[in-house]
């Protein structure tokens, strides 16, 4: 056999090279500090605790689940995208090994069902919630901990480690929603589901869609076909409109579904009603304007069903039970906003009467703060967006608020005076302004328990496509989420600003034309550091 000295000393340091190859390839990347404090989540977290180190999503990554979640392999797959790594999914393992994330249904401390914990470390992530909504959240800041690019799937040129530490995180208010007008220019299927994708990634749960509008009617009602094939084909400026069949708006419901996300139909009334009216004229009742014509202008105010036609309920108990029956959600809402050639009287008895018909199917009634004026029934919400006197009328009725103060949270106002796009009746509305108020002291003599949530309204009489939604909605709305989620204590603008400087760069990998804003520093590591406990 031949052996030399030579030949034995070259095989000892190849053992010991190899050794040591592998004893630092097996450990952990204990060598990479990393600071949770620094990284730039949206909606911020009710608490962060880092602790200076990282997790490493290596080729060897497996993602252990307690059950079968679309949300984790959603996950899965984008985090092999951008890691290049198999990250297979497994069942659950009774005893966690190193290097691997976990991903578990279980009772945590905090009961909320959209609540979750997560605790990063050196050796492996392990999520907690006690539904799959809650580890949807909680997925949702995983995926911020994670490079940007994995919001476009680009794989990362570099390895991907996790800042370590602890998040304790669960929403502020239930309600967390955006409204889309899909009434004065119409959107379709997939960019209503796009628009899903960006408010559920930011924790919010709630789309409400105004469906209907003088311009135009989006939704088919099969017992009045006419709505939709002549009130659904014009929009604001002239265009061509369209609408939704019964099995889109399933198509819409199921989606949202799957990301947690509630649908909440608008189908206003009695006035912004001219597109029925010209679908149906003997719904209405105005002697002057006998047989109104397709509107595709942008005053508002003009048109009213005829509240005393008895008729008129007999459509509306119609398209009610149609809605509701494919609505999962707990609302419908009746609109009720702006029914200046309605009398007054008139306008209490008809929302007195929908209320009935809508309780009649099932669902509680979400309207305008108009409809305070009339007798609230147990159970119905009003939408404050403009006199804060209404809002205060309706929970002296016991009724609850949702928060949309029109010079805040609408997303149809201008930024400043040179916005392209947008309103600016209410306010231009720049992101400090956006951003700066708090929905619990907003209103004098309404306090949080009587506030169900926040919600984003985006109106389209000058907005037609989603480019143009992009730009007017982001990034104010995700500030709005983060009014939704996060504890008002700590929440200012000056941390804020911070972070989403740092956040454009995720906005950017989505393929959102979003509006650069002077406000947003440009040199964003040096102020960044969360400031929540
Ligand atoms: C007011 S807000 C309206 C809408 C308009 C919007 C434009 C509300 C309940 N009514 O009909 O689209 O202003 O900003």
Request: glycine share 6%; charged share 25%.
């Amino acid at each position: 056999m031949f052996k030399s000295k030579s030949a034995t000393a070259y095989f000892q340091s190849l053992v010991l090279l190899i050794s040591t190859i592998l004893i630092f390839s097996c450990s952990s990347a204990e060598l990479v500090p990393m600071d949770l404090k620094k990284v730039p989540l949206i909606p911020t977290p009710v608490s962060a605790t880092a602790t200076g180190e990282s997790f490493e999503i290596t080729d060897k990554t497996v993602i252990f689940t307690s059950g079968d979640f679309l949300s984790i392999e959603q996950f899965a797959q984008e985090a092999r995208n951008v890691t290049g790594h198999p990250l297979e999914i497994s069942p659950m393992i009774s005893s966690p090994s190193n290097g691997n994330m976990y991903f578990q249904i279980a009772e945590i401390e905090n009961k909320d069902s959209e609540a979750y914990e997560l605790e990063v470390s050196n050796n492996n992530l392990v999520l907690k919630a006690n539904t799959e909504q809650g580890l949807f959240y909680g997925i949702q800041t995983i995926r911020q901990l994670m490079p940007a690019s994995i919001e476009s799937g680009r794989l990362s040129k570099e390895i991907v480690y996790l800042a370590s530490g602890k998040i304790i995180d669960s929403p502020r208010f239930e309600y967390r929603g955006a409204m889309l007008d899909v009434s004065r220019h119409f959107f379709g299927v997939d960019v209503i589901k796009r628009y899903i994708d960006y408010i559920s990634s930011y924790k919010m749960n709630k789309l409400h869609l105004h469906l209907s509008d003088d311009q135009g009617w989006r939704i088919e009602i099969k017992s009045w076909p006419k709505l939709t094939e002549v009130g659904g084909l014009t929009q604001v400026g002239g265009g061509e409109g369209g609408f939704y069949t019964q099995e889109d708006y399933k198509e819409i419901v199921r989606y949202a579904q799957s990301k947690f996300v509630t649908i909440v139909p608008e189908i206003d009334m009695p006035g912004h009603t001219n597109a029925a009216l010209v679908a149906y004229p003997e719904l209405n009742c105005n002697k002057k304007d006998p047989n109104p014509k397709a509107y595709s202008g942008i005053e508002v105010g003009f048109s009213t069903l005829c509240t005393r036609n008895p008729e008129v309920y007999n459509f509306l108990d119609d398209v009610i039970k149609e809605l509701a029956a494919m609505t999962p959600g707990e609302y419908i809402h009746i609109g009720g906003d702006e029914s200046h050639v309605t009398e007054k009287e008139d306008y209490i008895y008809f929302i007195n009467k929908v209320q009935k018909i809508v309780s009649k199917y099932g669902k509680k009634v979400m309207g305008w703060d108009d409809i305070s004026a009339a007798t609230l029934e147990t159970g119905s919400a009003v939408q404050h967006w403009a006199k804060k006197e209404n809002a205060i009328k309706a929970v002296a009725q016991n009724a609850k608020v949702l928060m949309t103060p029109a010079t805040r949270t609408y997303l149809d106002m201008q930024y400043d005076s040179t916005t392209p796009l947008g309103l600016h009746w209410a306010a231009y509305i720049e992101l400090d302004s956006a951003y700066i108020w708090d929905p619990a002291t907003q209103i004098d003599g309404i306090s949080e328990s009587q506030i169900i949530g926040v919600e984003a309204a985006l109106w389209s009489e000058t907005i037609d496509n989603l480019n143009e939604i992009e730009y007017m909605a982001f990034p104010r709305l995700i500030g709005h989420a983060e009014i939704g989620w996060s504890p008002q204590k700590g929440r200012s603008w000056d941390e804020y600003k911070f972070r989403l400087a740092k956040h454009e760069e995720r906005l950017v990998e989505m393929g959102i034309d979003y509006y650069r804003s002077a406000l947003v520093p440009r040199n964003a590591n040096d102020g960044l550091q969360l400031n929540n406990p």
